[in-house]
Protein backbone atom coordinates (compact mmCIF):
# COMPACT_ATOMS: atom_id res chain seq x y z
CA UNK A 1 0.00 0.00 0.00
CA UNK A 2 1.20 3.43 -1.15
CA UNK A 3 2.04 6.11 1.92
CA UNK A 4 -0.81 8.41 0.15
CA UNK A 5 -3.38 5.06 0.33
CA UNK A 6 -2.10 4.52 4.07
CA UNK A 7 -1.94 7.91 5.92
CA UNK A 8 -4.10 10.50 3.57
CA UNK A 9 -6.97 12.30 5.46
CA UNK A 10 -7.85 14.07 8.24
CA UNK A 11 -5.59 13.86 11.20
CA UNK A 12 -6.94 16.21 14.54
CA UNK A 13 -4.50 17.88 16.20
CA UNK A 14 -4.49 16.92 19.75
CA UNK A 15 -4.90 19.01 22.50
CA UNK A 16 -3.43 18.32 25.86
CA UNK A 17 -5.48 16.96 29.19
CA UNK A 18 -4.36 18.02 32.51
CA UNK A 19 -5.67 17.85 35.49
CA UNK A 20 -6.65 20.76 38.33
CA UNK A 21 -3.05 21.30 39.43
CA UNK A 22 -1.64 21.47 35.83
CA UNK A 23 -0.38 17.85 35.82
CA UNK A 24 -1.01 15.30 32.46
CA UNK A 25 -3.70 13.27 33.56
CA UNK A 26 -3.48 10.25 31.41
CA UNK A 27 -7.16 9.16 32.04
CA UNK A 28 -8.37 12.66 30.56
CA UNK A 29 -6.18 12.06 27.77
CA UNK A 30 -7.33 8.98 27.77
CA UNK A 31 -11.36 10.15 27.13
CA UNK A 32 -10.03 12.83 24.90
CA UNK A 33 -8.55 9.95 22.31
CA UNK A 34 -12.04 8.48 22.63
CA UNK A 35 -14.07 11.36 21.93
CA UNK A 36 -12.62 11.21 18.19
CA UNK A 37 -12.90 7.90 17.64
CA UNK A 38 -16.34 7.12 15.04
CA UNK A 39 -16.04 11.15 14.06
CA UNK A 40 -14.81 10.06 10.23
CA UNK A 41 -11.31 11.59 11.24
CA UNK A 42 -8.14 9.37 10.31
CA UNK A 43 -5.89 9.55 13.30
CA UNK A 44 -4.94 11.81 15.75
CA UNK A 45 -1.37 14.24 15.68
CA UNK A 46 0.21 13.71 19.07
CA UNK A 47 2.63 16.94 20.82
CA UNK A 48 2.32 19.07 18.02
CA UNK A 49 1.40 22.60 18.91
CA UNK A 50 -1.75 22.41 19.40
CA UNK A 51 -0.98 19.70 22.31
CA UNK A 52 1.94 22.16 23.94
CA UNK A 53 4.53 19.51 23.40
CA UNK A 54 6.97 22.12 23.43
CA UNK A 55 5.55 23.07 26.92
CA UNK A 56 6.05 19.49 28.46
CA UNK A 57 8.82 17.82 30.02
CA UNK A 58 10.09 14.68 27.63
CA UNK A 59 8.39 12.65 30.51
CA UNK A 60 5.07 14.21 30.01
CA UNK A 61 5.38 14.01 26.47
CA UNK A 62 5.85 10.03 26.98
CA UNK A 63 2.92 9.91 29.32
CA UNK A 64 0.34 11.60 27.06
CA UNK A 65 1.91 8.85 24.25
CA UNK A 66 1.42 6.33 26.50
CA UNK A 67 -2.17 7.06 26.87
CA UNK A 68 -3.03 7.89 23.52
CA UNK A 69 -1.63 4.50 22.60
CA UNK A 70 -3.31 2.42 25.31
CA UNK A 71 -6.68 3.67 24.19
CA UNK A 72 -6.95 3.91 20.62
CA UNK A 73 -4.59 1.41 19.31
CA UNK A 74 -5.29 0.32 16.04
CA UNK A 75 -8.51 2.44 15.40
CA UNK A 76 -6.77 5.73 14.71
CA UNK A 77 -3.62 6.42 13.04
CA UNK A 78 -1.21 8.19 15.24
CA UNK A 79 1.47 10.78 14.13
CA UNK A 80 3.73 11.95 17.01
CA UNK A 81 5.88 15.24 17.16
CA UNK A 82 9.19 14.39 18.60
CA UNK A 83 10.06 18.29 18.17
CA UNK A 84 12.11 20.02 21.17
CA UNK A 85 14.66 22.34 21.95
CA UNK A 86 17.55 19.82 21.53
CA UNK A 87 18.71 16.89 19.00
CA UNK A 88 19.07 14.55 21.56
CA UNK A 89 15.33 15.02 23.46
CA UNK A 90 14.05 14.59 19.83
CA UNK A 91 15.58 11.30 19.50
CA UNK A 92 14.96 10.29 22.66
CA UNK A 93 11.14 10.72 21.87
CA UNK A 94 11.16 9.43 18.49
CA UNK A 95 12.52 6.11 20.01
CA UNK A 96 10.01 6.21 22.64
CA UNK A 97 7.19 6.65 19.95
CA UNK A 98 8.46 3.53 17.84
CA UNK A 99 8.42 1.48 21.44
CA UNK A 100 4.80 2.40 21.77
CA UNK A 101 3.75 1.05 18.42
CA UNK A 102 2.84 4.88 16.78
CA UNK A 103 2.26 4.80 13.11
CA UNK A 104 5.00 7.78 12.24
CA UNK A 105 6.84 10.61 13.63
CA UNK A 106 6.92 13.78 13.18
CA UNK A 107 9.52 17.42 13.97
CA UNK A 108 9.92 20.88 13.67
CA UNK A 109 13.64 21.51 13.21
CA UNK A 110 15.02 22.70 16.92
CA UNK A 111 13.39 25.65 18.58
CA UNK A 112 15.17 28.90 19.80
CA UNK A 113 18.46 28.90 17.93
CA UNK A 114 18.01 30.48 13.99
CA UNK A 115 19.48 27.11 12.61
CA UNK A 116 20.87 27.32 8.77
CA UNK A 117 19.67 24.89 6.07
CA UNK A 118 22.70 22.55 6.80
CA UNK A 119 21.80 22.61 10.42
CA UNK A 120 18.41 21.84 10.24
CA UNK A 121 19.27 19.13 8.08
CA UNK A 122 21.64 17.22 10.42
CA UNK A 123 18.95 17.82 13.06
CA UNK A 124 16.31 16.09 10.98
CA UNK A 125 18.42 13.25 10.00
CA UNK A 126 19.37 12.14 13.86
CA UNK A 127 16.03 12.09 14.02
CA UNK A 128 15.54 9.94 10.98
CA UNK A 129 17.97 7.86 11.48
CA UNK A 130 17.16 6.97 15.55
CA UNK A 131 13.91 5.10 14.50
CA UNK A 132 11.96 2.75 11.79
CA UNK A 133 9.32 5.02 11.91
CA UNK A 134 8.58 6.84 8.89
CA UNK A 135 8.95 10.63 9.17
CA UNK A 136 7.24 13.54 8.76
CA UNK A 137 8.96 17.27 8.31
CA UNK A 138 6.72 19.79 10.17
CA UNK A 139 7.43 23.20 8.23
CA UNK A 140 6.20 25.68 10.42
CA UNK A 141 8.39 29.22 9.49
CA UNK A 142 5.99 31.25 12.20
CA UNK A 143 6.87 30.11 15.19
CA UNK A 144 10.47 28.22 14.35
CA UNK A 145 11.77 31.03 12.03
CA UNK A 146 12.85 28.63 9.32
CA UNK A 147 11.29 28.24 6.00
CA UNK A 148 11.79 25.02 4.16
CA UNK A 149 13.19 25.03 0.92
CA UNK A 150 11.60 22.64 -1.77
CA UNK A 151 15.56 21.31 -2.80
CA UNK A 152 15.97 20.73 1.34
CA UNK A 153 12.47 18.45 0.62
CA UNK A 154 13.46 16.86 -2.78
CA UNK A 155 16.84 15.66 -0.95
CA UNK A 156 15.31 14.20 2.18
CA UNK A 157 12.30 12.63 0.68
CA UNK A 158 14.65 10.38 -1.25
CA UNK A 159 14.75 8.56 1.59
CA UNK A 160 11.91 5.88 1.55
CA UNK A 161 11.53 6.44 6.10
CA UNK A 162 10.52 10.17 4.68
CA UNK A 163 7.40 10.27 3.40
CA UNK A 164 5.60 13.85 3.98
CA UNK A 165 5.76 16.91 5.04
CA UNK A 166 3.13 19.10 7.18
CA UNK A 167 3.20 22.58 5.66
CA UNK A 168 1.67 24.84 7.85
CA UNK A 169 3.55 27.93 6.53
CA UNK A 170 0.25 30.44 4.61
CA UNK A 171 1.55 29.92 0.89
CA UNK A 172 -0.40 27.44 -1.04
CA UNK A 173 2.09 27.83 -4.13
CA UNK A 174 4.65 26.50 -1.64
CA UNK A 175 2.65 23.71 -0.75
CA UNK A 176 2.06 22.74 -4.45
CA UNK A 177 5.94 22.78 -4.87
CA UNK A 178 6.57 21.00 -2.20
CA UNK A 179 3.88 18.56 -3.35
CA UNK A 180 6.23 18.30 -7.04
CA UNK A 181 9.10 18.33 -5.04
CA UNK A 182 8.26 15.55 -2.46
CA UNK A 183 7.29 13.09 -6.12
CA UNK A 184 4.18 11.01 -6.39
CA UNK A 185 3.60 9.41 -3.50
CA UNK A 186 4.83 12.06 -1.13
CA UNK A 187 2.29 13.17 1.80
CA UNK A 188 1.55 16.59 2.04
CA UNK A 189 -0.45 17.53 4.55
CA UNK A 190 -2.41 20.86 4.92
CA UNK A 191 -1.95 22.87 7.98
CA UNK A 192 -3.36 25.81 8.06
CA UNK A 193 -7.39 25.13 9.11
CA UNK A 194 -8.86 28.22 7.13
CA UNK A 195 -7.57 27.39 3.95
CA UNK A 196 -7.96 23.40 3.92
CA UNK A 197 -9.85 23.41 0.95
CA UNK A 198 -7.17 25.53 -1.09
CA UNK A 199 -4.58 23.25 0.22
CA UNK A 200 -6.44 20.49 -1.15
CA UNK A 201 -6.51 21.95 -4.11
CA UNK A 202 -3.13 22.87 -4.58
CA UNK A 203 -2.12 19.36 -3.91
CA UNK A 204 -2.41 18.64 0.02
CA UNK A 205 -3.22 14.59 0.92
CA UNK A 206 -5.40 15.78 4.09
CA UNK A 207 -5.20 18.26 6.62
CA UNK A 208 -3.59 18.28 10.35
CA UNK A 209 -5.09 20.89 12.22
CA UNK A 210 -5.84 21.98 15.82
CA UNK A 211 -9.90 23.31 15.14
CA UNK A 212 -10.56 20.38 14.14
CA UNK A 213 -10.69 19.47 17.58
CA UNK A 214 -14.33 21.34 18.24
CA UNK A 215 -15.48 20.17 15.06
CA UNK A 216 -13.97 16.98 13.02
CA UNK A 217 -17.28 16.08 11.51
CA UNK A 218 -17.17 19.53 9.38
CA UNK A 219 -13.40 19.03 8.15
CA UNK A 220 -14.52 15.42 7.60
CA UNK A 221 -17.58 16.65 5.39
CA UNK A 222 -15.36 19.31 3.54
CA UNK A 223 -13.09 16.83 2.97
CA UNK A 224 -15.83 14.79 1.19
CA UNK A 225 -17.56 17.43 -0.77
CA UNK A 226 -13.77 18.09 -2.24
CA UNK A 227 -13.75 14.35 -3.18
CA UNK A 228 -16.58 14.62 -4.66
CA UNK A 229 -15.62 17.43 -6.92
CA UNK A 230 -18.64 19.55 -5.71
CA UNK A 231 -16.22 22.54 -4.93
CA UNK A 232 -18.74 24.97 -4.63
CA UNK A 233 -20.35 23.72 -1.68
CA UNK A 234 -17.17 23.56 -0.47
CA UNK A 235 -16.20 26.59 -0.91
CA UNK A 236 -19.38 27.22 1.28
CA UNK A 237 -18.78 25.01 4.29
CA UNK A 238 -15.12 26.74 4.19
CA UNK A 239 -16.68 30.23 4.63
CA UNK A 240 -18.79 28.43 7.79
CA UNK A 241 -15.22 26.92 8.78
CA UNK A 242 -13.71 30.36 8.84
CA UNK A 243 -16.61 32.16 10.74
CA UNK A 244 -16.16 29.91 13.56
CA UNK A 245 -12.06 29.79 13.34
CA UNK A 246 -12.61 33.45 13.54
CA UNK A 247 -14.49 33.38 16.62
CA UNK A 248 -12.24 30.99 18.20
CA UNK A 249 -8.86 33.38 17.68
CA UNK A 250 -11.19 36.06 19.13
CA UNK A 251 -10.11 34.82 22.72
CA UNK A 252 -7.37 35.01 25.10
CA UNK A 253 -6.19 31.72 23.29
CA UNK A 254 -7.42 29.60 20.73
CA UNK A 255 -6.21 26.88 22.85
CA UNK A 256 -8.36 28.07 26.03
CA UNK A 257 -11.15 28.42 23.79
CA UNK A 258 -11.02 24.93 22.23
CA UNK A 259 -10.61 23.06 25.60
CA UNK A 260 -13.47 24.83 27.37
CA UNK A 261 -15.75 24.21 24.28
CA UNK A 262 -14.07 20.60 24.59
CA UNK A 263 -15.19 20.60 28.37
CA UNK A 264 -18.73 21.80 27.81
CA UNK A 265 -19.54 18.37 25.90
CA UNK A 266 -18.14 16.58 28.88
CA UNK A 267 -14.93 15.97 27.70
CA UNK A 268 -12.27 18.02 30.67
CA UNK A 269 -8.71 18.56 29.67
CA UNK A 270 -7.83 21.46 32.31
CA UNK A 271 -6.47 25.02 31.02
CA UNK A 272 -4.17 25.60 29.10
CA UNK A 273 -0.13 25.94 30.25
CA UNK A 274 1.15 29.01 30.98
CA UNK A 275 2.42 31.09 28.89
CA UNK A 276 -0.98 30.23 26.77
CA UNK A 277 -3.53 32.23 28.38
CA UNK A 278 -6.81 30.31 29.88
CA UNK A 279 -10.23 31.75 28.59
CA UNK A 280 -11.93 34.09 31.71
CA UNK A 281 -15.14 34.01 33.28
CA UNK A 282 -16.77 36.30 31.36
CA UNK A 283 -16.21 34.47 27.64
CA UNK A 284 -17.85 31.65 29.33
CA UNK A 285 -21.19 32.46 27.98
CA UNK A 286 -20.10 33.88 24.35
CA UNK A 287 -18.22 30.18 24.34
CA UNK A 288 -21.38 28.39 25.06
CA UNK A 289 -23.22 29.88 22.46
CA UNK A 290 -20.29 28.77 19.69
CA UNK A 291 -20.95 25.57 20.74
CA UNK A 292 -23.85 25.34 20.62
CA UNK A 293 -23.34 26.86 16.61
CA UNK A 294 -21.13 24.05 15.65
CA UNK A 295 -23.35 21.70 16.62
CA UNK A 296 -26.50 22.89 14.95
CA UNK A 297 -23.80 23.35 11.88
CA UNK A 298 -22.73 19.80 11.86
CA UNK A 299 -26.29 18.51 12.54
CA UNK A 300 -27.33 20.55 9.76
CA UNK A 301 -24.59 18.63 7.50
CA UNK A 302 -25.57 15.25 8.72
CA UNK A 303 -28.62 15.78 7.87
CA UNK A 304 -27.93 16.55 4.18
Known amino acids: MSN ?8 IAMYSAYNEQGEVDAERVKKLARYYVGTGVRGLYVGGSSGEGILQTAVERKLVLEAVMEEIRGELKVIVHVGASSTRESMELSRHAELCGADAISAVPAIYYRLSEAA ?13 LPFIIYNIPQTTGFQLSPKLLEKLAAQPKVIGVKMSGESTFD ?3 YKVAGGEDFLVFN ?8 GRIMGADGGIGGTYGVMPELFC ?38 KHILSLRGVETGGPRLPLLPVREENHHSLSVLNSDILTLVAEYNAK
Open 191 to 198: GPDEQFLA
Open 120 to 132: VEIHWQQLIDSSN
Open 221 to 258: MLNELYLDNRVTEAQELQYKINAIIKRLLSYPSLYGAV
Open 4 to 11: IETFQGIY
Open 175 to 177: LQQ
